[in-house]
T-cell receptor, first 116, second 109 residues
């Protein structure tokens, strides 16, 4: 079965500090991978998605970046955090298989980031 | 882009039926997803509609009208554990998922 891991679970960082959040998927190959951010009481905002190693599409231009160094690894980074970067960061994966009628996204447990 | 609207919050009584609506405007349609999200947790998949009509899965059903840009999630025999946020999502090209802000459902005894 497939599992998705994110770490750390919670993080408190000062403004201006760097950030690195990691997401790994097990039990599937060549998944589509996604990074979302959810501000308190709000919906999910798509930040980045990747359809393969080294392929990153950015949805929201900002001080965040993403990388996919391996097939099942997705990393979210920042050089200098802003107060507005606080939120719940969710990684998700999706596999496009021809024998399914639909292909939902599966979410990791998330990282709660507080920038002070 | 996509424009997705849901009510912010709803309250219902245990054992009752509740309908959560979602309206959307999209350029190109690839189906509509409903997710459940308990406070502090990740969303979990509930249902998917791509054709008009009602899809039933146990106590949960989801309806779609593509011509009206409208969907609803119907929850029957409400239980306290159904207290959560319910997110409507519309994918574009199966890579970009656009989520509504979610409807927070409060189930009271």
């Amino acid at each position: 079965s497939q599992t998705i891991h994110q770490w750390p679970a919670t993080l408190v960082q000062p403004v201006g500090s760097p950030l690195s959040l990691e997401c790994t998927v097990e039990g599937t190959s060549n998944p589509n991978l996604y990074w979302y951010r959810q501000a308190a009481g709000r919906g999910l905002q798509l930040l980045f998605y990747s359809v393969g190693i080294g392929q990153i599409s950015s949805e929201v231009p900002q001080n965040l970046s993403a990388s996919r160094p391996q097939d099942r690894q997705f990393i979210l980074s920042s050089k200098k955090l802003l107060l507005s970067d606080s939120g719940f960061y969710l990684c998700a994966w999706r596999t496009l298989t021809g024998d399914r009628d639909y292909n939902e996204q599966f979410f990791g447990p998330g990282t709660r980031l507080t920038v002070l | 882009g996509q424009n997705i609207d849901q009510p912010t919050e709803m309250t219902a009584t245990e054992g009752a039926i509740v309908q959560i609506n979602c309206t959307y405007q999209t350029s190109g349609f690839n189906g509509l997803f409903w997710y459940q999200q308990h406070a502090g947790e990740a969303p979990t998949f509930l249902s998917y509609n791509v054709l008009d009509g009602l899809e039933e899965k146990g106590r949960f059903s989801s309806f779609l009208s593509r011509s009206k840009g409208y969907s609803y999630l119907l929850l029957k025999e409400l239980q306290m554990k159904d207290s959560a946020s319910y997110l409507c999502a519309v994918p574009r090209n199966f890579n970009k998922f656009y989520f509504g802000s979610g409807t927070k459902l409060n189930v009271k005894p």
